[in-house]
């Protein structure tokens, strides 16, 4: 069973960047599609970036789009988000996650996602 642990999280002014990393253990996550998601106080857990194993299908949000990047190494077992010109909307808890489903659609929905991480806060001051 992989195991998800999310680092670099924290406090920045807008147009700031943070770089998010996820380490997996416990098993290669070559073959999994990974995901970051986010949820900010009082809503729902939405969809931010996924990558599949077999870069370069990457996919992300409408209004992270351009902003963020998603990136993997699976030698390493990490998987990063790189985050740029940050707004004060993004401010969430972010969270890693690895599906185990393939196929051509967009890797957007969360209950495709088996394998989750504890989360890191991403807080952006205006």
């Known amino acids: 069973q992989v195991q998800l642990v999310e680092s670099g999280g924290g406090l920045v002014q807008a147009g700031g960047s943070l770089r998010l990393t996820c380490a997996a253990s416990?098993?290669?996550?070559?073959?999994?599609?990974m995901g970051w998601f986010r949820q900010a106080p009082g809503k729902e857990r939405e969809f931010v970036a996924a990558?599949?194993?077999?870069?370069?299908?990457?996919y992300y949000a409408d209004s992270v789009k351009g902003r963020f990047t998603i990136s993997r190494d699976n030698a390493e077992n990490m998987v990063y988000l790189q985050m740029d010109s940050l707004k004060p909307e993004d401010t969430a808890v972010y969270y890693c996650?690895?599906?185990?489903?393939?196929?051509?659609?967009?890797?957007?929905?969360?209950?495709?996602?088996?394998?989750w991480g504890q989360g890191t806060q991403v807080t952006v001051s205006s």
């Open positions: 990558a599949r194993w077999n870069l370069p299908n990457t």
């Open positions: 996650a690895a599906s185990a489903i393939g196929g051509s659609n967009t890797p957007k929905y969360i209950h495709w996602y088996g394998i």
């Open positions: 416990a098993r290669s996550i070559s073959s999994y599609t």
